[in-house]
């Protein structure tokens, strides 16, 4: 009988700590994927920071590096430049990449650094306790901002920031995308964006991102289900799938599947 389906090994066989409907397992399943199938387990390594992403060392079977908060811009430049053959992420929630980890970030994707960013956005600080994130909608509660967002004065809590958006203007950003967990078909359309930002950054091109969106049932206050549907409903109308960027080559087309 032929073997369709089963556990990739880039991923290790135990049990997650992450809560019940959380997005992170999902997004774990398709890197290893990837990185299995392009043959790259023993040439790749996953920078993880504080935050729910810093567990992620405990699940892949590849060499990871745990930077200080929001820094892992800076380390995954070192590694790439000094292992200019081996595929490396950075893996960063919205709190780390964009709060304190902003400028690590921009100053990357300017420079136009050879690695992959994989951001996960669920509008929310995760492992903190549910404090208003950057990425935070307007009106969405948190527990920093217990009425909602609100962007205008005298509150002035800002507006929540579209980070691909931002980061097309740059020079050095060669593919962004955004992709959602929502659903299947959103998966399989932000395997086929992720895909083509690792064969990218293997064939010697700059900058690559692609964003997540993904559920946070917890800090959300709502089941793994709805915060299913919030996603389609709340997010994905201010943060809009697809390709935000693509300055690769003519005749650069990757092995991904394209959003539905």
């Not at 880039?10 to 990837?34: D, F, M, N, W």
């Not at 820094?71 to 430049?77: C, F, G, I, K």
């Amino acid at each position: 009988m032929k073997k369709i389906y089963g556990q990739p090994e880039s991923l290790l066989p135990v049990q997650t700590k992450y809560c019940a409907g959380c997005g992170h397992g999902v997004v774990h399943r398709i890197i290893a994927e990837l990185v299995d199938e392009m043959n790259l387990r023993e040439k790749t390594v996953i920078t993880n920071p504080v935050g729910c992403a810093i567990w992620a060392d405990l699940y892949f079977n590849f060499d990871s590096v745990q930077p200080a908060h929001g820094r892992t811009p800076a380390v995954a430049t070192s590694l790439k430049r000094i292992l200019t053959d081996h595929l490396v992420i950075c893996y960063q929630g919205d709190g780390d990449l964009a709060a304190i980890g902003t400028a690590e970030t921009v100053h990357a994707a300017n420079r136009g650094e050879h690695f992959t960013t994989i951001f996960i956005n669920n509008a929310i600080y995760g492992m903190t306790g549910g404090q208003m994130a950057p990425t935070t909608l307007v009106h969405q509660k948190a527990t920093t901002a217990p009425h909602g967002r609100d962007p205008e004065f005298p509150a002035g809590m800002g507006y929540p920031i579209k980070v691909p958006e931002m980061l097309a203007t740059l020079g050095g950003t060669k593919y962004l995308a955004r992709g959602s967990v929502d659903t299947p078909g959103h998966i399989r359309a932000l395997k086929g964006y992720i895909r083509k930002a690792f064969e990218a950054q293997m064939a010697g091109y700059g900058f690559s991102m692609v964003e997540v969106l993904s559920p946070c049932p917890t800090n959300w206050g709502v089941t793994p289900e709805k915060a299913v549907t919030w996603i389609g409903e709340k997010m994905i109308p201010y943060y809009p799938l697809g390709e935000i960027k693509n300055e690769l080559p003519a005749g650069f087309e990757g092995k991904g599947e394209t959003a539905e």
